[in-house]
């Protein structure tokens, strides 16, 4: 979607150019409007305009000069001159400013939407252009072993990708993996003491690490690496077509690996314990082929050093394993912290199903979903300067005196209520900050009508002009340039009724130095000139 600016310094015509046109149909998100150049150019300051459409003769700012200014400084913005001037040296100074289109008054609104329509199809053509641009597709490729690096990161954070989302990061990754074929893990823990090393020398250590593994399996295997939270090295290994079949599969992997610790040990002089994990389905197995790996180097490696564990060698399988979805990134604690409060649900929903497939494992699980939930809501309102008992009262306590029950449904119950009352709090302290914050920006406003900026206002409340812009269109409804408009023609007319200033003192007293301005101004909004509403006092 594409965003406009209208420049006139006849306010009746921005205004029903400004409604005039199928906007949304044409692909045009926001229609800004400017009643001068300088205003326009203030405006371009906190906005990403694609197109001005503008009046050449304006008081003050010429639309040629405003044209001009915008193409040394946002020079992909487009421009449109609509003008009653049909002359060849306003034409030829138009051309020499690549203005787009001239069109003369009077402009119907078929001429002007087929005008802008064709504008934005180039607009649109042009940016395909740009993204199809040789510098673009090096830099990607540049970037691949970075962004396969952190598809590989995701999947064992246990993201989850959509069956055609998968595909298409795979193709665009250049990574032959097949979804729902077998793969296996192999985990590498660098034992070698690399605290006195700088980044730069560690880093190529490790790249050196991670290319030595690619080679030893490129022949049969495809392969994808990332380096994990814990500063393990993973690889992600599976079969090439033809050698899927291969019934020696695992027996090929362990020597492979084996020889991958042998290499590094030889060229690099870095001991390393490696870890297979057990077969699985890729991506959908991933996660739990990590986790399974991981617990073999606390269970069985610990301290020891050149390791090599394969996870099937493992004899007993436990009785009791965690709850996958209440340690799933992004948890509970991620999503409170930036209130993500439709995910943070969605997260709950997933946990409860899981549960119920346990079949009744709330007994065993209940305190541990109760405690996760407890320390995300105190971390939270602590953050926010909050006591847990200001917003939850003692029934946080509900659940420890059940005598620990801790069946399916008063569980739940607690923690979506627990949930509806964390996120009531959450939406109560936003109301709260934005009409604390609306009524301090509206003060200022009335204090310093007269000489009242966008930006002055951003500055006295310390933050950016557009957040200032949406947040005062999102609370009142009205845009801020209107807003200042209103106020400044009430004081005019309590001016003209309460003294027996002239216009023109009247015209600089809220803000406006063109007299001639101000009664336009003033006209379009009361109907009639200051000095015939004075008149009719």
């Not at 034409?91 to 787009?100: G, N, P, R, S, Y």
């Not at 610990?302 to 009791?320: C, L, M, N, R």
Request: charge should be negative; hydrophobic fraction near 40%; aromatic fraction near 12%.
């Amino acid at each position: 979607m594409y965003e406009i600016l209208i420049v006139d310094d006849h306010t009746h015509l921005v205004d029903s150019l400004a409604i005039a046109l199928p906007w949304e149909q044409m692909g045009i998100a926001n229609v800004y409007k400017a009643y001068s150049g300088e205003e326009a150019l203030e405006l371009l300051n906190y906005r990403s305009v694609d197109i001005v459409v503008t009046d050449i003769q304006m008081n003050g700012m010429t639309g040629l000069e405003l044209i001009a200014r915008i193409n040394e400084k946002w020079k992909n913005t487009k421009a449109v001159i609509i003008t009653g001037y049909d002359e060849f040296q306003y034409a030829k100074e138009a051309l020499q400013q690549q203005v787009c289109d001239y069109l003369l008054k009077p402009v119907s609104n078929e001429e002007l939407e087929q005008t802008l329509r064709h504008l934005i199809e180039r607009i649109t053509e042009e940016g395909k252009e740009l993204l199809d641009q040789q510098k673009f597709a090096y830099r990607f490729r540049e970037s691949l072993p970075k962004l396969r690096e952190m598809f590989l990161f995701d999947l064992l954070s246990g993201k989850k990708y959509p069956r055609s989302d998968l595909q298409d990061k795979l193709q665009l990754y250049g990574l032959p993996f097949d979804a729902e074929r077998e793969a296996i893990l192999v985990c590498m823990r660098v034992e070698e003491d690399y605290a006195n090393t700088d980044l730069y020398s560690l880093s190529l250590i490790e790249y050196a690490m991670f290319n030595i593994v690619e080679e030893v399996f490129s022949k049969r295997f495809h392969v994808m690496y990332c380096k994990d939270s814990h500063d393990y090295l993973i690889f992600l290994v599976q079969a090439k077509p033809m050698e899927a079949a291969d019934t020696d599969s695992a027996a090929t992997i362990e020597d492979l690996a084996r020889l991958s610790q042998h290499q590094i040990k030889l060229y690099l002089k870095s001991k390393a314990s490696l870890v297979l994990s057990s077969w699985g389905e890729f991506p959908a197995d991933v996660l739990s082929m990590y986790h399974a790996a991981l617990s073999v180097y606390t269970d069985y490696i610990g301290y020891q050093t050149e390791s090599f564990f394969h996870v099937t060698q493992q004899k007993e399988a436990p009785d009791i394993r965690p709850l996958a979805e209440l340690y799933r990134s992004q948890t509970f604690m991620e999503l409170i912290d930036i209130e993500q409060w439709t995910a943070f649900e969605n997260k709950l929903t997933r946990i409860f199903d899981e549960l119920e497939r346990t079949g009744g494992g709330a007994r065993e699980y209940g305190v541990e979903i109760y405690v996760t939930l407890l320390q995300a809501y105190s971390y939270y309102l602590h953050k926010k300067g909050k006591r847990i008992f200001e917003v939850f009262g003692r029934d946080i306590e509900k659940m420890l005196r059940m005598d620990a029950s801790w069946s399916v449904d008063p569980l739940k119950e607690w923690a979506f209520a627990s949930f509806v009352q964390i996120k009531a709090y959450s939406d109560s302290r936003s109301d709260n900050i934005r009409s604390g914050l609306m009524e301090r920006i509206r003060r200022f406003i009335q204090k310093n009508v007269k000489d009242i900026t966008l930006q002055a206002v951003a500055d006295h409340v310390h933050l950016h002009p557009v957040y200032v812009s949406n947040l005062f269109k999102q609370e009142t409804g009205e845009n801020f340039s209107n807003y200042v408009l209103r106020l400044r023609m009430e004081r005019a007319v309590e001016l003209l009724k309460d003294t027996d200033w002239k216009i023109v003192q009247v015209a600089h007293e809220v803000g406006y130095q063109k007299p001639q301005y101000f009664i336009k101004l003033f006209k379009s909004h009361y109907g009639l000139t200051p000095q015939e509403f004075k008149n009719g006092l």
